[in-house]
């Protein structure tokens, strides 16, 4: 590190003035102190000896100080190595040079917001990662799957049921996970189609089928997409609305028989309907409390504000990052725990984009936050599907 110092100096003296270099050389430059000019180029080489010398012995600094640098470090070759990687490990391919030309820059781009965010200096709380969207912008991500047209200013939400308010001194589980009650159906895939209300509204009535019942039958997400017309199918749609039909019409076949091809159809008239609901209620809203008592009882619908880098590229951790402006996403909470490690607590959420996602279609969402609505909006649209005759027990 010396010798680079002093190499540095020496390229430094060889590039000033001749005068200036010699006074140097000869120990004579303090006689010359009194000429203005050459003292302000003194001040020039001193301050640029000790930027000199500050750079050879903190080689870190430019990575202190930008971020951004450290992904590209990497060269175009390793990065465009990776995109031909991960198009082979998500079978993509598109059909002009020109547009793989396009999704290469937008991947860099967003291995470029990866590579931020998962920075040790960030110490964000939750981890991302390339994914199955790495080739999408954030605009064609919300375009091709996000719920694009609910407003949920404009929808009428009848009062909710009193049914999971917590009564004063009752104590609630510390956790719950009904993955491990075998009430959760393996993660899907909702594909190129906004249709994450069939999913959520499926995965609530597939769980409440299970605790009643012991039996774990896969249900059609494609009935509701085909024959749910007061939804807009892969536009988006409303998991109440979607209940009213499931008890108006008598129930839903199954998955096998009736299998999912992320788009709107024609409705079969020959179905079996498997399983049936005897309707539908809203827990409480903007209340964390009740929504935890709902989901110690059964898995719950709920619409979140996902619109975010951050949520598209989720990978592990509780999530507190962005969640955008609008509730455009529908999950089904599955549960709810705290991290021993941090004392932080959360939600257990199932997706519908596949196990590639998150943790392994998963994720955790923060809870007990200082929000009117919860983490990403989570208490403003909580439904769950009803069957009389049935009492919940802890």
């Not at 951050?310 to 999950?331: E, R, T, W």
Request: glycine letters at 6%.
């Amino acid at each position: 590190e010396e010798d680079m110092v002093i190499t540095i100096i020496k390229i430094i003296i060889d590039a000033a003035p001749k005068t200036i270099a010699d006074e140097l050389a000869t120990h004579q430059l303090p006689h010359m102190i009194g000429d203005f000019l050459e003292e302000t180029l003194m001040m020039f080489l001193l301050l640029s000896i000790i930027l000199a010398i500050s750079f050879a012995l903190e080689p870190s600094i430019a990575r202190h100080v930008d971020h951004r640098g450290v992904e590209f470090r990497r060269s175009k070759e390793e990065v465009r190595w990776l995109f031909e990687d991960w198009l082979v490990r998500h079978d993509k391919s598109y059909n002009e040079t020109t547009e793989k030309e396009h999704r290469f820059e937008v991947f860099k781009e967003n291995l470029r917001f990866i590579k931020e965010h998962n920075h040790p200096q960030r110490n964000h709380s939750y981890t991302v990662d390339l994914n199955y969207f790495a080739d999408l912008t954030a605009r064609e991500f919300k375009s091709i799957y996000l719920n694009t047209r609910p407003d949920i200013n404009s929808h009428l939400i009848p009062p909710p049921s009193d049914e999971y308010m917590v009564l004063e001194g009752e104590k609630l589980p510390r956790s719950v996970d009904w993955r491990v009650r075998r009430a959760v159906s393996p993660v899907k895939h909702q594909g190129h189609c906004g249709s994450c209300w069939a999913f959520s509204t499926v995965a609530t009535i597939e769980g409440l089928n299970q605790i009643i019942t012991g039996r774990m039958i896969t249900l059609s997400e494609q009935q509701l997409l085909d024959c749910n017309n007061k939804n807009w199918g892969c536009n988006g749609g409303w998991p109440d609305i979607a209940f009213a039909y499931v008890k108006k019409y008598g129930g839903l076949d199954t998955r096998a028989r009736y299998p999912y091809r992320e788009s709107k159809g024609t409705c079969r008239k020959n179905t079996v309907n498997v399983v049936s609901i005897d309707g539908y209620n809203f827990v409480p809203r903007y209340n964390e409390s009740a929504l935890q008592k709902a989901v110690s009882r059964q898995p719950i619908s709920v619409i979140i504000r996902s619109c975010s880098r951050g949520f598209q590229f989720y990978k592990s951790g509780i999530y507190n990052g962005p969640c955008g402006m609008d509730l455009d996403h529908a999950v089904t909470l599955v549960g709810y725990d705290t991290d021993l490690n941090n004392g932080k607590d959360y939600w257990i959420v199932k997706n519908s984009w596949g196990q590639g996602w998150g943790e392994e279609g998963y994720a955790k969402i923060e809870r007990n936050v200082r929000s009117y609505d919860g983490k990403c909006g989570i208490t403003a649209y909580p439904t769950y599907p009803v069957k009389k005759g049935y009492t919940f027990s802890q």
